[in-house]
Structures are given as C-alpha cells and as structure tokens.
C-alpha cells in the first residue's frame, strides 16, 4: 500500500472501555468492606493491571478527589490523595526525573508512606538533643 | 528442542518439505489417474433430459432416494463437518494472512466468534461420525485402517488449532508448533489416501455421469 | 575499594531517610510483582543486608543491557541499587581503567572468593579458541570461567549472554554461546531481553539482596516473576484478538483504533516477558501501545524466527521446494502414464482372438 492513499488524521484523545475498570472497582469495594469491618488495610498494585488507554483517566474520574492531598519528596516527589472514598487512598511514586516508580491504591485509614518512621524518628531526636545541650552551654 | 525452535521449524523446513510433497504427490496422481484416458466409446450416445456430466455433479450433491432415512448421520453429519472445515480454514484470519503469503490472494475474514462456534461445531460432528462408524455393524466391517487414519488427519489440526487459540492444554508456543505440524501431516498424505477426493471428486462424478448418460441413464 | 557495610549504615551516610528507603522497597515490590503491602519487610531485611561485591563482565555485547539499566546519573531510585551493591568492575561505568581496572577486579574476586554476584552481558565466542572477543589480552571464554570459579550465581543479563543473542543468529560467524552454554556448574539467572526492562535487571537484583538466594525460574533459567506470562496473556488488545478484529497495515483505521497486531507480525503470543504490564521508560508505554507488534526479543533464536513483520501462521521463511517438487511431480506422474499406457499397448498386442474351435480343443 502506497504512503498516498493511507490518510492522515489528527491524534484524537478517544477513550475506550474494555471492561477492566468494573473489575477493579469491585476489588476496591471488597477491600475496603474489610477495611470498614475488620481495620485490615490493603493494598492494589495499579502498575500490574492492563488499562486500555482511557481506563486510566476513567478510574480517576469515577475515584475522584476527596478532602486530603499530600506531597512529598523523597529522593524524587511522591503524590498522595485521599480520593472521594474514605479510605481508599491513590498513592504515586516518581523518580527525580519525573517517572512513575510505583502507582497503588491504598485502602488503610492512613497511607504507609505518610507516617513517621521508627529509625528517622530515632535519628531526629538524636540531632534535637545534640541542639538543645549546644544551647544549654553558656 | 524448545518450543521456539520446533515452531520456526514447522514455519520454514517443516512447510516447505510437506507442501512440497502436497505438491509433488498431487501432480503425480492427477497424471496418474488422468493419463490413461477411456477407450472410445463407438456408440450412438443416447440423449435423455438430466443425464450428463454436468447433471451428475450436483444432483449427487443430494443423497440418493431412500437413503437418507437409512443413515441420516452420515449425510448431515459430513455436511456439517465439511462446512465447518471450510469456514475454519478459510475465514480465519491468520489462514488467510497464510495462503496470502503463498499465493497473494486474500479475502476478509470472519469474527473470531464465528470461527470458535464452527470450531466446535466441526469437532462435535467429526466425534459424532466416528462415533457412526464404529457403532453401525456394517459401516464398521467396512472401515479399514485408512479411513481411521484420514478421520484422525482431519481431527487433529482442528482440535489442535482450537486448543491453541483458546490457550488450553499446552503452554500457547507448544500447541502452535504442535497445530501447524498437524496440518503439515495432513497435506503430506492428502495425496497419497482418500482424503485425495478434495481433487478427484468432481472428476469421478462427471466421468459416471456422462458415461451413464450416454447410455441414456441419467445416474 | 568501598568497604562493604550494611546497606543502612550506607544510607544513613547518604543522608536518605528512612521514609525514602521506604519509597525505594514500594517501587522494588511493585518491580518484583510482590504484594504491595511487603515493602516493609522488604525494608527490613535491606536494611540489615551487608553489599555484595558484583563483578559485571561484558562480552560480545552491544552496551544496550548497560543502557538500558542506566539511563541517566542523576540519583533515580533505580540507581540507588548500586547503592545496593558494590560495583567493583564494570566497563562502562566504572571511573579506573587499563591495568589499574583489572587488578582491582583481581582482587575484588579473591577477597570475596565465593560470595560475589557476577553479571555478565554479550555472548561469549567460541570459534577458534575464542580469539574474537578479548579484553586485556585474554580470551572472553577465558575470563568467563576464571571469574565463575568464585562467583556465588551468575546473571546473565540480555538475550546474547542468556540465549547467545544476535552474534549466535545464523551463520554464527564467531561461534557465539551463551553463558549457560559454558558455566554448568554455578546457580545462572538468565533475564532476557534485547534489551530486558532495566526494571527487571534491578527487580532480580533486589530479590537476590533480600532474600539471599534465587527467585523462581522457569525452564529456560528466566524469573517466573517476569517471565511466567506472555505478551499476548496480559496485552491490553486481547479483546480485539479474541474478537478477530487485526489491524491490516501500519495507520490503517484498524490501526488507529487499537486493533490487535497479529497480522503485522507480533510476536506476543509466543513471547515471554513483563513488556505489557511493567513497560518501559518509566511504565510509559510498550511497542504494542505504541502501534508495532512484539519482536519476540526474550526468546531465544529469535533472530531467526523470520521475519518481523510475517505473522506467526505464515512461514517463516520461503519455500524452495515448490517449484522442484512440481516439476518432479509432474514427471513421476508422466513416467507412471508412459508405463501405463506401454502396459496397455502391450497387452493389447499380446491379445490372442481365441475362437470357438480353440476353446473346444
């Protein structure tokens, strides 16, 4: 076939289902039953699941976005959202140069990742003691 | 051998030794069997409405007055098999990327729905035939070895093909190379067995027909 | 050389806190296909994890592998794996070369006699006791088997050092083998890939860090982890496959519409890796997203698998035969008539009239 007679169109943004989303949003629901009856958090690996393109942006839309955002930095930015479902957290890690390293959604009353860890914790205080003998010297 | 290598295989040396024997063996009957000619017939021939070759070819499309009620399994049942033969091999999709690739000529294909139904559809049946033979006394003291085999030739790259596509039975790479050397046995001895009736049949028909016909007895 | 302290003490001295370590095992359980929810574990014992010394010998290679793992020098949370380990030879990475280089890789191998991980990229020659390949005067073939000796496993990172790669495809001028063609009695992971997802080099790295010894393989030494499923098990354009619908050529309507790419020539079905889920550049997409099939590059022999653009049910390479065996058929079959027919003839001329008064005699 000749390059001539194959046309040429704009890229269009067409999103499409294939039928992956309804899956996932039962899982979602099951866990967070269990969250809401037991206090068992879970955890849902987004980066393993097939998103035909346009499922992605669909399962942030019907998520949405709810009261919390937090931001952090850690050896490149990390994005947290509680999403209109207490509850179930969107959680994303990037690298320095922006990629994603890792895309999950949490459901826990609070993500891993935002509490205070033991050993940062221990090494904090650490320098918050060596501070206040400096400022105990005359 | 793994199963990348055993697949490359039936694509390349596999396919090219069993069509050149398909090949070769078809050549060689057709000439075979078309060679020697008849000897001439010095009669008058008889001319009766319905009696020729032509005739013939298609009116044996039908079974014959009485028959069908004695063995409805057979006409019906090779019916539907060989209907659904032609629907797998030839509207399938990546049968036709093949003969294109043999021949350059291609046709669209059916949905893969289609296909997987007649898949079924042909197996069930072919089961159900055999099934005939072995049951009815008759046909059974009839059978011989090679009507058993050109049943099982025919069987395997069906049900192979189906397994493959459905990802049953054998990790998908394996069940390929196993799908494509079953229809590579099957072209072998499709020239050398009665499955050889895919080129003689329409011959044999017209050659009773207008050998009848010109006795004046439409056959 | 570094000396080879926990890997605790090691980011501590780094300055990453523990929050980020964290981040870190998140992103290498997601790698290695783990439950989400193990990174703490997988923290843990990290943490507690002293860095091994790894030897990476490159061979008959074309630096993709190296590429691919390193794609850039800023700290990414993939490098912070050699971090994880210490580097003590690397070609194209490392600061020493000549002399200096090879010693230092001398005595990383002694002092750590059958506990360093040795890496190896490029398939090893064989031909002509192995003169094609050589670093320093010494034969690949050589250096391969001096440096198992004291190696506690061996990867084989890439295609040519898993399978034999592109110098093994036909004719093989060099008598290109795989590591595991060689070394027959070391643990060898091979993870395949030309290149392999730099996500998988690192993930299998982690796992042999945490857990200490090999993940589960598959019958062609390749982690199940990545490479249990294939392309076509988990591509997004299944349904399309399943449905029948292919795109015919490259832009086509079907094309654009995300048709299946089988009869463009993909590979998926009968190819094993971890392109459709973990993806390349950063999860960002895979050839079959971006609308080329699947070359098959974690298989082996797949340079000579036909071409990249015959489907998988058509041949893979053209057929000789045909024309020979037309011609040969056609004149067994004219021989069989011409015996036929003299046959006939002489049997005719044979033909005696009896009459009555033979048969009466």
């Known amino acids: 076939m000749k390059s001539q007679t194959i046309p040429i169109y704009a890229q269009t943004d067409a999103a499409y289902s294939i039928g992956n989303l309804g899956a996932l949003l039962s899982e979602i629901s099951a866990r967070l039953t269990n969250l809401a009856e037991n206090g068992e958090a879970g955890m849902i690996d987004l980066n393993s699941l097939p998103f035909a393109p346009g499922e992605y942006e669909q399962l942030r839309q019907t998520l949405g976005q709810g009261e919390v955002s937090a931001h952090i930095e850690a050896i490149g930015p990390s994005e947290i959202i509680e999403t209109g479902y207490p509850g179930v957290w969107w959680v994303t890690h990037y690298n320095v140069e922006g990629d994603i390293v890792a895309d999950m959604l949490e459901i826990a009353h609070i993500p891993e990742i935002l509490k205070s860890q033991a050993a940062d914790i221990a090494e904090g205080l650490e320098l918050l003691r060596a501070q206040l003998n400096d400022k105990g010297q005359p | 051998m793994n199963d990348d290598l055993l697949l490359t295989w039936v694509r390349s040396t596999g396919l090219d030794i069993s069509i050149g024997i398909f090949v070769l063996g078809t050549l060689l009957r057709l000439f075979e069997i078309y060679s020697l000619g008849r000897k001439t017939d010095l009669a008058v021939p008889r001319h009766r409405s319905g009696a020729s070759g032509l005739h013939t070819m298609f009116r044996r499309s039908a079974p014959p007055p009485g028959m069908f009620k004695r063995s409805p399994v057979s006409y019906v049942g090779g019916y539907i098999f060989h209907i659904g033969l032609f629907v797998v091999v030839f509207l399938f999709a990546q049968h036709i990327k093949l003969i294109q690739s043999l021949t350059g000529l291609s046709w669209p294909n059916l949905p893969a729905q289609f296909i997987d139904a007649a898949a079924v559809v042909t197996l069930a049946t072919m089961l159900l035939v055999l099934a005939e033979r072995i049951n009815k006394p008759v046909k059974r003291f009839l059978s011989t070895f090679g009507d058993y085999a050109a049943w099982a030739l025919t069987f395997l790259p069906v049900l192979t093909g189906y397994l493959a596509t459905k990802h049953l039975l054998l990790p998908y790479t394996m069940m390929l190379a196993l799908h494509i050397l079953s229809a590579e046995l099957l072209l072998v001895f499709i020239p050398f067995t009665k499955l050889f009736h895919v080129f003689t049949l329409w011959g044999s028909r017209w050659y009773n027909g207008n050998v009848n016909g010109k006795k004046g007895v439409p056959v | ?361």
Not at chain 3, 129 to 144: E, K
Not at chain 3, 170 to 196: E, F, Q, Y
Not at chain 3, 222 to 248: L, N
């Open chain 3, 1 to 361: 050389m570094n000396g080879h302290e926990t890997l605790g003490e090691r980011l501590a001295q780094q300055g990453v806190s523990r929050r980020a370590f964290l981040k870190f095992c998140t992103a290498m359980a997601s790698l290695m296909a783990l439950p989400p929810g193990s990174a703490t574990a997988i923290a843990e014992a990290l943490v507690k994890a002293k860095r091994p010394s790894v030897i990476w010998l490159s061979f008959q290679e074309c630096t993709g592998c190296t590429e691919s793992l390193t794609r850039s020098y800023s700290p990414t949370l993939e490098s912070l794996i050699f971090d994880m380990i210490s580097l003590d030879y690397h070609h194209t990475l490392q600061a020493a070369s000549g002399y200096g280089a090879e010693k230092s890789r001398e005595d990383a191998m002694q002092r750590f006699f059958g506990k360093y991980l040795l890496l190896v990229d490029g398939s090893i020659p064989f031909k002509d006791n192995g003169i094609y390949s050589t670093i320093a005067g010494r034969t690949n073939l050589d250096l391969l088997q001096e440096a198992a000796k004291g190696a506690a496993a061996i990867i084989a990172v890439g295609t040519c050092a898993a399978f034999g790669g592109i110098p093994n495809a036909k004719p093989n001028p060099t008598g290109a083998m795989a590591v595991s063609d060689i070394i027959k009695d070391k643990p060898i992971i091979n993870i395949s890939g030309c290149p392999p997802i730099p996500a998988v080099i690192t993930g299998v790295l982690a796992h042999y860090l945490t857990f200490g010894g090999l993940p589960e393989l598959d019958e062609l030494g390749r982690p199940k982890s990545f490479y249990g499923e294939t392309i076509h098990d988990r591509c997004y354009r299944r349904p399309f496959y399943d449905q029948g619908k292919f795109a015919k050529t490259f832009d086509d309507e079907g094309a654009r519409n995300g048709w299946c790419l089988f009869e463009l020539g993909c590979k998926g079905p009968t190819t094993h890796n971890a392109c459709a889920t973990t993806k390349w550049n950063g999860a960002t997409s895979f050839p079959i997203e971006s609308g080329h099939g699947c070359l098959g590059c974690s298989e082996p022999h797949f340079w000579d698998a036909g071409s990249f653009y015959s489907a998988l049910s058509m041949p893979s390479s053209p057929l000789n035969l045909v024309t020979d065996a037309a011609v040969a058929g056609a004149a067994v079959g004219i021989g069989v008539s011409v015996a036929n027919r003299m046959k006939k003839n002489s049997a005719k001329s044979a033909h005696v009239t009896a009459t009555i008064a033979d048969l009466k005699k």
